[in-house]
C-alpha cells in the first residue's frame, strides 16, 4: 500500500513562515499530482496548491504569492513553503497524492481517489 505522512506543522506568528513537508512511501511506481488542503473545525476541506509531475504547479487565490510548491519526484516528496502567514492561514493541513501508480500482491494499480495523509497543524497567531 502507500502512506502519506505530512510534517512542519507548528504555531507561528502572523508575519512569519512554515515549511510543511509531505512523503508518500510504499511500492510506488508513479505518483501524478500531489495537493495540500486544509481544514477548519467546521468547515468543509479546501484546496490550497498542487503540483503535477512535470512541476507545473496552481494555488489558490487565498494563497497565490504567499506560498510555494517544490517537489522532489525521486523521493516523492512535495514541500509547501508557507511566507506571509496570517491568522486566517490557521488549519490542519492535509496533503494527497492522486494518480498513484502501485503494486500490491504483484500487480500493478492506479489509484483513483488517491491516498491521504494524516493531517499536520498549522496555528498562526495575531
Known amino acids: 500500500q502507500v502512506q502519506v505522512v505530512e510534517s512542519g506543522g507548528g504555531l507561528v506568528q502572523a508575519g512569519g513562515s512554515l515549511r510543511l513537508s509531505c512523503a508518500a512511501s510504499?511500492?510506488?511506481?508513479?505518483?501524478?499530482?500531489m495537493d495540500w488542503y486544509r481544514q477548519t473545525p467546521g468547515k468543509q476541506r479546501e484546496w490550497v496548491a498542487g503540483?503535477?509531475?512535470?512541476?507545473?504547479?496552481n494555488y489558490a487565490e487565498s494563497v497565490e504569492g504567499r506560498f510555494t510548491l517544490s517537489r522532489d519526484n525521486a523521493k516523492n516528496t512535495v514541500h509547501l513553503q508557507m511566507n506571509n502567514l496570517s491568522p486566517e492561514d490557521t488549519a490542519v493541513y492535509y496533503c494527497?497524492?492522486?494518480?498513484?501508480?502501485?503494486?500490491?500482491?504483484?500487480?500493478?494499480?492506479?489509484?483513483?481517489?488517491?491516498?491521504w495523509g494524516q493531517g499536520t497543524q498549522v496555528t498562526v497567531s495575531s
Open positions: 494527497r497524492a492522486n494518480g498513484v501508480k502501485y503494486v500490491t500482491d504483484g500487480v500493478l494499480r492506479t489509484s483513483i481517489d488517491g491516498f
Open positions: 503540483i503535477i509531475k512535470s512541476g507545473s504547479d
Open positions: 510504499g511500492s510506488i511506481v508513479s505518483i501524478n499530482g
